[in-house]
């Protein structure tokens, strides 16, 4: 058998400090690689949400198309809870209904409406009726300001002041009127008075004198970094900053104002 001798022109394998040196290496790629791996699929999450808002902001176009212009009243309640009445024009299946950095709801017990159980930056949001009989679920919400009223129907507020608030669709300036976005709630109704959550994981939803008559504080969480995907009245969508949220057209009445956000 012949053997290694000093003179042989290389040692048999690998010394340690060469397998040191190539573990090194691959230590230092990996560090590199990683972050921008993840970077990569927070990116592909963020594409994939504002795919399922253009969808619904496609269903409801169609929605209102084949109702003689008419959108849905100013808010629903489980049979006519806005998914429900787009998911004959959605594509895709509930898929469409979920943002991939919030794909389910962290648990919801059985309680009246009033009590519903709100998402956070990366869980949807869900109520269900006291018999269990209708259970809505998603990772978006609507405007609430862009809606139809009957002449029975309040402002979601309580205020009948509120009423000239309310967004037509032949809306001007449609490509900054929100439709849908990443929410924590069904429904939300912005006010330029409404201040961030301090916590912008875990929003607490401001509401008013109706149960589902919720604030800024149902959109302005960190679900794409500190930003949300927005889908507008004239069917684009995009990534919106969430100090910019006060640069959008909530409703008729809106006055710009500045996030300062936390």
Not at 26 to 47: F, Y
Not at 77 to 104: Q, S, T
Not at 165 to 170: A, F, I, P, S
Not at 201 to 228: D, E, K, S, W
Request: charged share 15%; proline share 10%; glycine share 8%.
């Amino acid at each position: 058998m012949k053997r290694w001798s000093p003179f042989s022109k290389r040692p048999p394998g690998f010394t340690l400090l060469e397998l040191l040196v190539v573990m090194g290496i691959i230590a230092a790629l990996a560090a590199m690689l990683l972050p921008a791996m993840a970077r990569v699929r927070r990116h592909a999450r963020t594409v994939v949400c504002l795919s399922n808002l253009r969808q619904l902001g496609t269903a409801f176009q169609m929605y209102v198309n084949q109702n003689n212009g008419k959108a849905f009243v100013a808010y629903g309640h489980f049979d006519n809870y806005w998914g429900k009445l787009l998911e004959p024009y959605i594509r895709g299946g509930e898929g469409v209904m979920y943002c991939p950095e919030a794909p389910e709801n962290i648990g919801y017990p059985v309680a009246p409406r009033s009590s519903p159980h709100r998402g956070t930056a990366f869980h949807a949001w869900a109520q269900i009726s006291v018999v269990g009989a209708f259970r809505d679920e998603s990772s978006y919400g609507k405007n609430g300001w862009v809606t139809e009223l009957r002449p029975t129907d309040l402002p979601p507020l309580g205020d009948d002041t509120m009423r000239p608030m309310y967004v037509t669709l032949r809306a001007t300036e449609s490509d900054v009127v929100p439709l849908f976005a990443d929410s924590v709630a069904c429904e939300g109704y912005p006010l330029p008075t409404d201040s961030p959550p301090p916590n912008l994981i875990i929003p607490i939803p401001t509401t008013g004198t109706n149960p589902g008559a919720q604030g800024m504080h149902a959109f302005c969480m960190a679900r794409h970094g500190r930003a949300i995907n927005v889908v507008f009245l004239d069917g684009h969508a995009r990534t919106v900053p969430l100090p910019e949220l006060g640069k959008l057209r909530w409703h008729r009445q809106w006055v710009p104002t500045d996030v300062t956000i936390p």
